[in-house]
């Protein structure tokens, strides 16, 4: 079995180790946005002797060490781990996020985990889970990840762990409720003036033994007596579905033959330890937070002793899919700490003293310092997306450390399983593989969710403007669900986020870790121009002002062709009145005024232009001189043309709960949508497929998510271009200026 998991000196309880894959436990905290997470995150640290007293380590910092701002909103923005030590394990707590803006931080802590453990409120989440919630319970349901339940917040009034274990039954046990059954009942203090009964305990369904917290620490009390009532009830549904779920045949027949109450405690809870790690049982359990003074929070025993004896080890995942950087198919190793190295970075950030940390899941063979290991991978592309090519390179392998709130303790090792931060590891990125030198192999990288609210930034000064691009790849390279863009078009800087909130924490990471003050502007849509109909020019260069002149003449006819033709050039000169040499001049010129826009300074497209005679000179004619006469010549026929303005189309497909699907096509066609069609989809949705000018969805992630209560969802490819309405272009031309050709 290896060593067991110890603790490191130092911290209030220490900083513990492992010494072997058996010993670990990697635990993903997910839930929506104030449901607890952190706050049992710290109860559970504080049960376990991590920190000595709640919410704090020996330097006073929080246990989920965020951002200064966010710590001030009390907003959890980041992946945090805190390592703990119980039973001889080392438990790694992944603490996630609630909002949606930031599930990239959410995929990271799941790809780094080997089972979840769902938190909801059972005041804030009365009538419903949020439906971030049910979507990650869904992608857990996918990869057969172990899960578990707490409800949080019944030391609130109006709060019922029963009314919300039917809810969380309805919510996630889908066909089969009897799969989603709590271990425990909660025992209840007398009433206040308010009405509401404390939560001082917790009754065992298995063992019926009371377990008691109003002294402050945990006390066992003798089993309830037996006697026919709502707890003996709730205790016969757990064992059916207890044996149920375990597929235990024979233990079933048993049961049903009336010999339920023979059967042994210890056989009962073996199966139910089963039936969770295979994950077709799925516990709920309830929690409180310590009170002031007390050293223990209601429930966090039983949920450490879940997690310790319930949950998986990573020897039993299944390991991910590797190949070589090429993209050859590769036997996955083992988890074994002797195997060949195989690791993956689930998590960038950078520090301002000890610069880049990446976070490190080894899942095959050991990590130590100084080891040279192969770095390679094409970082993380958001769904739908072509990878980037794949980079490699050879890197050392600096100092390893177990984060614990903002301090690094060194460690010496990391064995398999286990997670680790490594300082300076090269320009490692979130998805890059780690592997043996000589021996290099890929991690098939998950995916992530592809932003789409722009927001176009600007260095507020020149001071700014030389340290924004060097931010903004610390940036992009620590975010994988952040997406840079330079728009040569209209020659912004656009970051792509997943919403408001997101946006507001890369604006003030740029502001308050590097140091870069920065600008929002609007976000300004790339149009087209193109000719309503046939026109002719002629570009006349005529110069003479001493020594060398310039003489170029040349007349052209424009006509408009089918979207998505480009610019065609072509040539009619006849009896050489331009000379051969000096007609790809002309070309040049109209393709590089034609570039630069005639009514409203954006590109023209889809026309032809005929050059059809002109005029040279034998000494003074250039290349320049026709180069300058092909553009006058272009501005000259969108002069006495009308000049079309083109918006870009978006293929929009919006994936909605059947409730929502009237306000969302509604909502289109007010944006100038055309539905194309709906199909059905299993879990009750429907995808609407439809076409929408892009100048009307700049902000539809924000919209969709009010207008269907943050359960939509929807992805978006360009079409093409299409004649924008006449009222809509003359406003366009409005805020772009005089409007004159070439402006």
């Not at 006697?227 to 597929?247: Q, T, V």
């Not at 009896?575 to 002309?586: L, T």
């Not at 299993?682 to 209560?709: K, M, N, Q």
Request: hydrophobic share 40%; with cysteine; charged share 25%.
């Amino acid at each position: 079995m290896g060593e067991k998991a110890h603790a490191h000196p130092g911290a209030a309880g220490g900083v513990p180790t492992a010494g072997h894959p058996s010993d670990v436990r990697n635990v993903v905290l997910v839930g929506h946005s104030g449901s607890g997470k952190t706050t049992l995150v710290e109860a559970l640290a504080l049960t376990a002797g991590a920190v000595n007293r709640a919410g704090r380590v020996e330097d006073g910092a929080t246990v989920s060490d965020h951002d200064e701002i966010e710590r001030r909103r009390r907003r959890s923005v980041q992946l945090s781990l805190v390592p703990v030590a119980w039973d001889g394990r080392k438990v790694n707590l992944l603490d996630t996020p609630g909002y949606a803006d930031f599930v990239g931080e959410l995929r990271a802590g799941l790809r780094a985990a080997d089972a979840a453990l769902f938190v909801v409120s059972a005041a804030q989440e009365a009538a419903s889970v949020a439906a971030t919630t049910r979507a990650v319970w869904e992608e857990c349901a996918l990869v057969g990840m172990p899960r578990a339940i707490v409800v949080t917040h019944l030391d609130t009034a109006r709060t019922s762990f029963e009314e919300m274990t039917r809810i969380c039954a309805e919510t996630f046990g889908g066909d089969d409720p009897d799969a989603v059954l709590p271990l425990y009942l909660p025992v209840l203090g007398p009433e206040g003036p308010d009405g509401h009964a404390p939560l001082t305990g917790l009754t065992g369904l298995l063992t019926r033994r009371i377990l008691d917290y109003s002294s402050g620490e945990r006390a066992e009390l003798p089993p309830a007596p037996e006697e026919e009532g709502p707890l003996d009830e709730a205790r016969n549904r757990l064992i059916e579905g207890i044996i149920a779920e375990s597929e235990n045949e024979s233990l079933m027949d048993r049961y049903l033959d009336g010999g339920g109450k023979d059967i042994d405690i210890a056989t009962l809870i073996g199966d139910l330890e089963r039936a969770v790690a295979r994950g077709t049982f799925f516990p709920v359990l309830a929690a409180a937070p310590a009170a002031e003074g007390a050293r223990q929070g209601i429930g966090t025993v039983e949920l450490l002793e879940l997690i310790t004896r319930g949950f998986p080890t990573p020897l039993e995942r299944t390991p991910p899919t590797v190949t070589t950087p090429s993209g050859s198919p590769r036997p996955s190793p083992a988890c074994d700490p002797e195997g060949p190295l195989l690791a993956e970075v689930v998590k960038t950030s950078s520090d301002p003293y000890a610069g880049r940390i990446s976070l490190v899941r080894v899942f095959s063979g050991t990590l130590r310092p100084d080891d040279t290991v192969h770095l390679c991978g094409h970082g993380l592309d958001a769904a739908g997306h072509e990878p980037r090519p794949c980079h490699e390179a050879e890197v050392r392998v600096t100092a390893l450390s177990t984060p614990f709130g903002r301090q690094q303790h060194p460690a010496d090792r990391c064995v398999a399983g286990d997670l680790i931060c490594v300082g300076r590891l090269g320009e490692a990125e979130t998805g890059d593989t780690l592997s043996a030198s000589g021996d290099p192999v890929l991690i098939e990288p998950w995916s992530t969710p592809d932003p789409l609210l722009p927001t176009a930034v600007r260095a507020h000064g020149k001071a700014d403007e030389d340290k924004l691009s060097h931010a903004l790849a610390r940036l992009v390279a620590e975010d994988p669900t952040l997406r840079l863009e330079q728009n040569a078009d209209t020659h912004q800087v656009v970051l792509w986020c997943l919403g408001e909130a997101h946006q507001e924490v890369t604006l003030e990471r740029l502001r308050g870790r590097y140091g870069v003050q920065v600008d929002a502007e609007p976000h300004r849509v790339a149009l087209r121009e193109t000719f309503a109909g046939r026109s002719a020019g002629r570009g006349r260069h005529v110069k003479q002002s001493g020594g060398h002149g310039q003489f170029a003449i040349c007349e052209i006819e424009v006509e408009p062709l089918p979207a998505g033709s480009g610019i065609e050039f072509v040539d009619k000169v006849v009896g050489g009145s331009v000379p051969r040499q000096f007609i790809p001049s002309v070309e040049k010129g109209v393709r590089a005024q034609a570039a630069r826009g005639l009514a409203a300074g954006h590109p023209l497209v889809d026309v032809r232009v005929t050059l059809l005679d002109g005029k040279a000179h034998s000494v003074d004619s250039s290349d320049a001189a026709f180069q300058t006469a092909g553009a006058l010549a272009l501005r000259e026929a969108a002069a006495d043309a009308r000049i079309q303005l083109l918006e870009p189309v978006c293929e929009v497909a919006v994936l909605v709960p059947n409730d929502y699907v009237g306000p969302v096509m509604s909502d289109l066609s007010g944006r100038r949508g055309r539905v194309v069609g709906t199909e059905q989809t299993p879990g009750g949705r429907t995808l609407v497929r439809a076409e929408v000018p892009e100048t009307e969805i700049g902000r539809y992630a924000l919209d969709l998510r009010s207008l269907t209560h943050g359960t939509g969802r929807f992805d978006r490819t360009h079409a093409r271009f299409e004649a924008m309405p006449q009222q809509l272009a003359e406003k366009v031309r409005a805020e772009r200026g005089d409007g004159s050709p070439g402006a």
